[in-house]
């Protein structure tokens, strides 16, 4: 298995820009997670999806934050319009209801710098 | 004064040591939990997990222990390497959450040749 996929792996893009990050989780997981990671705060949970329906999105930081899961194999989390404060490494991370206990595996993450 | 940003526990040994990294988890009803282990520009990479009725699991030079009564979780690695060297976090799932993890902020592990 190929393991998460993300895309694109570096993104620099300008204040008030749109961005779009992409994943591509395990086949059969049904559960995708998009995480940010700071020096600041760390690790933040955004959004999961469980059989692409948004389960719990109280860590999206406001609305310039949308999430999508149009199907099983494919998510994508949009910033628009981006500030500088939304530079981070963004993760996406899936997991198996049937696998045990609800092991997630993350992707390799999107540098995202917005200048 | 300001904050500059997570101050993340950190542990240096030298290699060939054992090393024993410790968590402390909040919630009494989480009855899941594994550990990460983070490479410098990498994505956190699961090392092992354990149930709540377990008390210890071993898996290739590491050993995971659960103490419930103290809400407490370590990561022992034997034989420590300088590829062992990353960042590493405790995860908890809750009993009634499938699926969400709770991260710790995660200790810093410095191997020296």
């Known amino acids: 298995d190929a393991g998460v996929i993300q895309s694109p792996r570096h993104e620099v893009t300008e204040m008030g820009q749109e961005v779009t990050l992409r994943c591509k989780p395990i086949?059969?997981?049904?559960?995708l997670f998009w995480y940010r990671q700071t020096m600041m705060r760390g690790l933040e949970l955004l959004i999961y999806f469980n059989n692409n329906v948004p389960i719990d999105d109280s860590g999206m930081p406001e609305d310039r934050f949308s999430a999508k899961m149009p199907n099983a194999s494919f998510s994508t989390l949009k910033i628009q319009p981006s500030e500088p404060r939304d530079s981070a490494v963004y993760f996406c991370?899936?997991?198996?209801?049937?696998?045990?206990?609800?092991?997630?595996?993350f992707g390799p993450g999107t540098r995202l710098l917005v200048l | 004064g300001e904050s500059v940003g997570l101050h993340l526990p950190t542990l240096s040994v030298q290699e060939g040591d054992n090393s024993i990294i410790n968590c402390a988890y909040s919630?009494?009803?989480?009855?899941?939990f594994i550990w990460y282990k983070q490479e410098s520009g990498k994505g956190p990479q699961f090392i092992i997990d354990?149930?709540?009725?377990?008390d210890k699991r071993q898996g290739q030079r590491v050993t995971v222990l659960l103490n419930k009564t103290v809400k407490h979780l370590s990561l022992q690695i034997a034989a420590t390497q300088p590829g062992d060297s990353a960042v590493y976090f405790c995860?908890?799932?809750?009993?009634?959450?499938?699926?969400?993890?709770?991260f710790g902020q995660g200790t810093i592990l410095t191997v020296h040749p």
């Open positions: 354990i149930r709540s009725n377990m």
């Open positions: 995860a908890e799932k809750g009993g009634t959450s499938y699926g969400k993890l709770t």
């Open positions: 919630n009494s009803a989480s009855d899941y």
């Open positions: 086949s059969g997981h049904d559960y």
């Open positions: 991370a899936s997991s198996s209801s049937s696998g045990a206990g609800g092991t997630q595996y």
